[in-house]
Nanobody
Framework: QVRLVESGGGSVQAGGSLRLSCVASEYTNIRYCMGWFRQAPGKEREAVAE?????????AYANSVKGRFTISQDNAKNTLYLQMNSLKDEDSAMYYC????????????????WGQGTQVIVSS
């Protein structure tokens, strides 16, 4: 099964930007919906964004990040990205890359493949 490895997390001032990357061990854009999730201490994991770029590209974002975060894929590199702009304190969390077979439906549900996470800390 596909393996996912995230990178790009770090500490940033509020209002700043970070780009997270997730390298997959195999070509994912045909078979999988790919997503980014996050979990802050004491909170439940939440879906941030998802994409399936095969044929008509499907995108979906959590309301809390719309207009600030952009999900994308570089299929030649088997890499998923999350560009995060205008970061806020509440964006601080562990961010996870994930995959689920098939198309992207029911935002954030039925993901069964996960990376190990990358930490994002936003300070004001």
């Amino acid at each position: 099964q596909v393996r996912l490895v995230e990178s790009g997390g770090g500490s940033v001032q509020a209002g700043g930007s970070l780009r997270l990357s997730c390298v997959a061990s195999e070509y994912t854009n045909i078979r999988y919906c790919m997503g980014w999730f996050r979990q802050a201490p004491g909170k439940e994991r939440e879906a941030v964004a998802e994409i399936r770029s095969y044929g008509t590209t499907q995108y979906a974002y959590a309301n809390s990040v719309k207009g600030r975060f952009t999900i994308s894929q570089d299929n030649a590199k088997n890499t998923l990205y999350l560009q995060m702009n205008s970061l806020k304190d509440e964006d601080s969390a562990m961010y996870y890359c994930a995959a689920r077979p098939g198309i992207c439906v029911d935002f954030g549900l039925r993901y069964n493949l996960w990376g190990q996470g990358t930490q994002v800390i936003v300070s004001s």
